[in-house]
């Protein structure tokens, strides 16, 4: 990656997701990266482009992150627990604004646009991950828990720039808890 483009990666990651997409201009991200307009252009054909690029970079962190936590080959449950404390962390963190993918979905509602498309691409792959490592813990369908768990994850990402995110940290942890004991219950003979 050149690095004109990974000063608009980056330059673009911090003032999307603390601005939002629509408010923020070409002009701007060009002026704060250092970059001519030609060169932005030359990188991405469009600003929605830029849009798709920037949530496919965190969804590729966050692909990492829990990717370290599966790469320990803990049992299920733990794993499960720890990306819900990979989550609840997040939203503790001093810069938290939601999900980047939530806030992304609300300012293109349309399903079949690009960025509306890649916030689908990335749940659908962390509901499939939820729903594997759940599948490993009892017996019954995964899915209606791996539902309640993202269910409890957006609930928690929306919470925790509204009320005091340590609780609201905490109240997912617990509610995370609750599905995990739910499936070991259903395991059990």
């Given amino acids: 990656?050149?690095?004109?483009?990974?000063?608009?990666?980056?330059t673009a990651t911090r003032i999307f997701y603390a601005e939002g997409l629509h408010s923020?201009?070409?002009?701007?991200?060009v002026a704060e990266a250092k970059?001519?307009?030609a060169t932005l252009y030359r990188h991405f054909p469009g600003k929605e482009?830029?849009?798709?690029a920037y949530l496919q970079g965190v969804s590729e962190m966050e692909r990492e992150g829990i990717g370290k936590i599966l790469a320990d080959n803990s049992p299920a449950a733990d794993a499960l627990r720890a990306v819900a404390g990979f989550i609840a962390?997040?939203?503790?963190?001093?810069?938290?604004r939601g999900c980047a993918f939530l806030n992304a979905a609300a300012e293109y509602p349309d399903r079949e646009h690009p960025v509306h498309q890649a916030v689908l691409a990335h749940r659908d792959?962390?509901?499939?991950?939820?729903?594997d490592l759940l599948a490993q813990v009892g017996e019954t369908a995964p899915e209606p828990a791996a539902r309640h768990f993202v269910m409890l994850r957006d609930g928690a990402m929306a919470s925790g720039c509204?009320?005091?995110a340590a609780?609201?940290?905490?109240?997912?942890l617990q509610g995370v808890e609750g599905i995990l004991r739910h499936r070991l219950d259903s395991a059990a003979p």
């Fill in 1 to 10: 990656m050149s690095e004109a483009r990974s000063r608009l990666l980056a």
């Fill in 24 to 29: 923020v201009g070409v002009d701007r991200i």
């Fill in 35 to 37: 970059v001519t307009r």
């Fill in 49 to 52: 482009d830029l849009v798709v």
């Fill in 89 to 96: 962390e997040s939203i503790q963190s001093a810069h938290f």
């Fill in 125 to 131: 792959w962390f509901l499939r991950t939820v729903t």
């Fill in 162 to 164: 509204l009320t005091d």
């Fill in 167 to 172: 609780e609201v940290g905490e109240t997912f």
